[in-house]
């Protein structure tokens, strides 16, 4: 598979992970997103009180199995590329998906994984891809930080977020209409946002968790908090009382487009009265995920559109990093064995 060149746009670990097997396989991968750094909402943030995670708070196992799980995680360290890499089992935790399910929580961060990943890769961030077309030399994009056309690619995997893989693809007339079937069972996959604060109060609580794992709570949803987690109780992590609140999807949606200031105070108060304790603040940090969590998933691993277009994600299978890296081991098996069997 040397002669061939894929594009993957999009580096949380779905993209990440795909990338990884086709490049074992022995095709040339390039991997595109528009953030400053890779691992998409495996996000954390540093502070002088401890890391803090404003994206997916573990590494929820969803539809693939904890030993598979384990085994990624295992082989990561194992082949050097995060030697420091650590991670502790859950069980029955409470996730951002509806249910309780499996988990690890990872040190140093959620995020090493994603580095140790991208480290192994041609990984351009900060390419922020508005355009994708197809001529007779191949697949070509556009990004919106340059004005040449990057290709051609021999195939493409999306794996963003639906609403912004579909428009992706309806920018160019030609490339919508060549990839309508595929547009269309897209299109009832949904993702839903959410608010989420990190905290560090000038007068934290002294209570526990009362609920969870021991530093994961779910609210009840009338509160308007679907997540506090107690990062300072995090397997490992110690240091200074410090929080991540997350937002119910109702509540965010209903605050979605909200002046970042007021949505800030709104959810101090909301966890202060959930912990309480004040509002005073050492540290908050506010992040607006528009696409946080899958609402109405496609129902199977992958799609496969038209002249090596295809489409992987959290969204294809469910709401968690899990099935997200179960999706992208689908789609790489299956793009190598499109190309062995001449099929793309």
């Known amino acids: 598979m040397s002669n061939r060149h894929w594009a993957v746009i999009g580096a949380g670990i779905c993209g990440l992970h795909a990338a990884r097997q086709l490049q074992a396989a022995g095709a040339r991968v390039t991997v595109f997103d528009k953030a400053r750094r890779p691992g998409g909402r495996l996000a954390v943030r540093r502070s002088d009180w401890g890391l803090m995670a404003h994206g997916a708070p573990v590494l929820s196992t969803g539809s693939a199995s904890p030993d598979w799980l384990a085994e990624v995680l295992g082989a990561t360290r194992s082949a050097g590329l995060a030697k420091d890499l650590a991670w502790e089992p859950l069980h029955a935790l409470p996730a951002l998906a509806a249910g309780d399910q499996d988990g690890f929580s ?6 090493a994984l994603a580095a140790a990943w991208s480290g192994t890769l041609d990984l351009r961030c900060e390419h922020t891809v508005t355009r994708l077309w197809r001529d007779v030399s191949g697949w070509w994009l556009l990004c919106r930080e340059q004005e040449a056309a990057i290709g051609p690619f021999h195939g493409v ?3 963003t977020p639906p609403v912004q893989g579909r428009a992706l693809l309806q920018a160019d007339a030609g490339t919508a209409a060549e990839q309508a079937d595929l547009l269309d069972d897209w299109q009832g996959v949904t993702q839903v946002p959410c608010w989420s604060l990190l905290w560090v109060p000038a007068s934290p609580p002294d209570a526990a968790p009362t609920a969870g794992t021991g530093f994961i709570e779910r609210p009840a949803s009338a509160s308007g908090l679907a997540l506090v987690v107690h990062e ?10 410090r929080y991540a609140i997350h937002a119910t999807a109702d509540w965010s949606a ?3 487009e909200h002046d970042a200031d007021a949505v800030r105070e709104q959810l101090l108060m909301l966890a202060a009265s ?3 304790c004040s509002t005073a603040s050492l540290f908050t940090h506010l992040h607006r995920w528009r696409y946080a969590v899958t609402g109405q998933a496609l129902g199977r691993p992958f799609l496969a559109g038209q002249h090596g277009l295809w489409v992987a994600g959290d969204s294809c299978l469910g709401a968690t990093a899990g099935d997200a890296l179960a999706s992208a081991r689908a789609v790489a098996e299956a793009m190598l064995m499109a190309h062995d069997h001449g099929t793309e």
Request: charged fraction near 10%; proline fraction near 12%; hydrophobic fraction near 35%.
């Open 254 to 256: 209903a605050h979605l």
């Open 274 to 276: 959930h912990l309480g």
């Open 232 to 241: 300072h109780r995090r397997p490992g992590a110690g240091g200074s009382p």
């Open 106 to 111: 990872m040190l140093p961060s959620l995020n």
């Open 157 to 159: 995997l999306l794996t």
